[in-house]
């Protein structure tokens, strides 16, 4: 099975292998630079170096590592100059992925500002084309979200009217999350409710689409439409639903990245332990 954390980069970019290994993770996430500001340093050659040495003498599989889009852009906005900053700022992060190695960037399809999703579709199928176009070895993930008012991409038939639109195929692909899925309305709770789930998945989408899962539980209700993740078996959807996700995700070999808190309740160490039982 392949599974891991969004570990940390703190330091310099190749912690975030030691982080990895620290954790036994067989995947893991990253952002390769801050994700609260717009700016980034260009990566240091010889972090970028050490980063890849430990990959490869690892044994994590290349195709089991993905990197994440910084929280600041936002590809629906229709603010013509923050739409250009979010395809540069995009640009640049396939960039560095490449650099990394890392084959698979995760985008959030952001928010259209109460301007309609119809346009936000067409500035973001724009977006997403500019953006692969200008680099060809990294394939963007397009991930599910809550549903939170104005954003874009919460259920699957929204997701997939995105998804065929962009071209060529082979470059994008999607990184469904578990919470986000949970709190738009898909139950995941009973294996029959998993099941029925990732059915509609399959059906709309389809498994092969699948690169990564973000596999997190849910401090919010079915259909709340609140991003916030919890603790894995300790929300709302809870350690029966979550283990058949586990389980189905195992039988397709689909690496699994836990995006879980940091508390007093527990850390990734005790997250990473329960998703292992759980499976
Ligand atoms: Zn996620
Ligand atoms: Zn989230």
């Not at 990253?30 to 500001?37: A, E, G, K, L, N």
């Not at 603010?79 to 190695?101: A, P």
Request: glycine residues 6%; hydrophobic residues 35%; contains cysteine.
């Amino acid at each position: 099975m392949q599974i891991g954390a969004h570990v940390s980069i703190s330091g310099s970019i190749d912690k975030a292998v030691d982080n990895a290994l620290e954790r036994e993770c067989t995947a893991f996430q990253i952002f390769t630079r801050s994700p609260r500001s717009w700016h980034a340093k260009d990566l240091n050659d010889i972090e970028v170096k050490s980063f890849k040495e430990k990959l490869q003498v690892s044994k994590i599989d290349r195709f089991a590592t993905v990197a994440h889009m910084p929280y600041l852009p936002n590809l629906s906005s229709p603010d013509k100059s923050t739409h250009k900053k979010s395809v540069d700022t995009m640009i640049k992060e396939v960039k560095r992925c490449r650099i990394l190695g890392i084959p698979y960037l995760v985008a959030h399809l952001g928010s259209h500002m109460g301007t309609g999703e119809d346009n936000a579709v067409k500035r973001l199928v724009d977006a997403f084309t500019t953006v692969v176009d200008s680099e060809k070895d990294v394939i963007v993930l397009l991930e599910n979200t809550a549903g939170q008012k104005n954003s874009v991409g919460s259920d699957f038939e929204q997701l997939a009217s995105i998804f065929f639109q962009l071209k060529p195929a082979k470059r994008f692909g999607i990184c469904l999350d578990t919470c986000h899925a949970f709190a738009a309305g898909y139950d995941l709770r009973e294996e029959g409710d998993v099941i029925k789930t990732l059915d509609k998945f399959d059906d709309v989408i389809g498994f092969e689409r699948l690169k990564i899962l973000h596999l997190n539980d849910s401090k919010g209700e079915l259909g709340c439409n609140v991003d916030r993740h919890e603790h894995i078996g300790l929300g709302k959807i809870g350690e029966k639903g979550l283990s058949k996700v586990i389980k189905i995700m195992n039988e397709k070999k689909i690496p699994i990245v836990l995006e879980t808190p940091i508390d007093d309740k527990r850390d990734d160490f005790g997250n990473l332990k329960k998703a292992r039982e759980l499976a």
